[in-house]
């Protein structure tokens, strides 16, 4: 298993934190306008440099652009290898709000953590800092 690297998780969440409520949209990716966690992570010059990006995919219907890292990872398992994260934990800290499963109806994906009521940017900040210390608990300060 590799090395959770809690200094790029704390990088992160600090810049998470400047965002703009209404830039923070856990439920899917809106290229250039709104991002998910891993999305913000994308768009960090210094991540960019070590190799995060996102890429453009098609499934036959529309074009998406998951993150990539490394020769093959796309989406959760990039942002795992990236952060040196468990799959388990790249699914708490990545996975979304909510999914809409057909227009008008949303499936909610909450974590049992998550607090009830906050907006999306507070969820991923909740779920960054969780994840956070239960890290530096385990593997030390970063």
């Given at each position: 298993m590799a090395t959770p690297d809690i200094a790029r998780?704390?990088?992160?969440?600090?810049?998470?934190?400047?965002?703009?409520?209404?830039?923070?949209?856990?439920a899917r990716w809106h290229?250039?306008?709104?991002?998910c966690t891993l999305g913000w992570a994308t768009q960090?010059?210094?991540?960019?440099?070590?190799?995060?990006?996102?890429?453009?995919?098609?499934?036959?219907y529309e074009h998406y652009y998951p993150p990539h890292f490394g020769h093959s990872d796309l989406g959760f398992s990039a942002g795992a290898t990236f952060?040196?994260?468990?799959?388990?934990?790249?699914d708490y800290l990545?996975?979304?709000v909510r999914i809409k499963a057909?227009?008008?109806?949303?499936?909610?994906?909450?974590q049992p953590s998550d607090p009830m009521g906050l907006s999306d940017k507070a969820v991923a900040l909740h779920r960054l800092d969780t994840l956070i210390s239960e890290l530096e608990a385990t593997h030390g300060q970063a």
């Amino acid at each position: 298993m590799a090395t959770p690297d809690i200094a790029r998780l704390k990088t992160l969440r600090a810049f998470l934190a400047t965002r703009p409520e209404a830039e923070t949209n856990l439920a899917r990716w809106h290229c250039g306008t709104q991002f998910c966690t891993l999305g913000w992570a994308t768009q960090l010059p210094e991540f960019q440099q070590a190799g995060l990006s996102l890429v453009e995919e098609t499934d036959g219907y529309e074009h998406y652009y998951p993150p990539h890292f490394g020769h093959s990872d796309l989406g959760f398992s990039a942002g795992a290898t990236f952060f040196g994260l468990t799959r388990d934990q790249a699914d708490y800290l990545f996975a979304p709000v909510r999914i809409k499963a057909e227009p008008g109806f949303e499936i909610g994906v909450m974590q049992p953590s998550d607090p009830m009521g906050l907006s999306d940017k507070a969820v991923a900040l909740h779920r960054l800092d969780t994840l956070i210390s239960e890290l530096e608990a385990t593997h030390g300060q970063a």
